[in-house]
């Protein structure tokens, strides 16, 4: 069974290093969806059922988004934020019935950050640095239940945000050094 959880979460892992090639949205929530499901049957096959459980919310989550994204313009914001509430309760009700140690509830924590930053329209900093804190809190869980290819799966998040932001930095640098005015004060 481990061996069989580890392929599941190496094949995450592949998910999610193509997920991060992707420019459009939809092919991006195409691979989420997918290593959702990947990661969730890493978690079955460890019977880790806190990991399991918040993992298939996730997907339902993701799959969820995907409509209300490719829809965005004909769905109603009450809508979308009914959507938003079921999805915070499901992970709630999730945690409660399959906690083992109260380390549990600050996953769910992680969790609840994670979708409703799902929901932040045009607030991608705000999605990458829950996303990091979520990953980091999912680190700890899968150390505590020997998930060790799901360690590298969170790591990989964690570093493609960090190149995100040296990128910008450097290339707000860069920017700067071409403007003689902005070099000037910098």
């Not at 992707?22 to 978690?43: C, D, E, P, Q, R």
Request: with cysteine.
């Amino acid at each position: 069974m481990f061996i069989l959880s580890q392929t599941f979460a190496f094949i995450t892992l592949i998910c999610v290093l193509v997920m991060f090639q992707h420019k459009s949205k939809s092919g991006f929530l195409l691979w989420v969806i997918l290593a959702n499901i990947a990661l969730t049957l890493s978690y079955v096959f460890l019977t880790d059922w806190v990991g399991t459980g918040l993992m298939t919310v996730a997907t339902l989550r993701a799959v969820s988004f995907f409509f209300l994204e490719k829809n965005r313009a004909k769905t109603p914001n009450w809508l979308a934020v009914l959507v938003l509430l079921v999805f915070l309760i499901a992970h709630t009700i999730t945690t409660a019935l399959t906690w083992e140690i109260w380390f549990d509830w600050l996953l769910l924590v992680g969790a609840l950050c994670q979708t409703c930053s799902s929901w932040a329209k045009g607030r991608m900093n705000l999605v990458r640095i829950l996303n990091v804190a979520y990953s980091s809190l999912l680190i700890a869980h899968n150390i505590r239940v020997g998930n060790w290819m799901a360690i590298a799966v969170e790591a990989a998040v964690i570093t493609s945000v960090i190149i995100y932001y040296v990128r910008r930095w450097y290339e707000s640098r860069r920017g700067q050094a071409d403007n003689p005015i902005l070099a000037e004060h910098s």
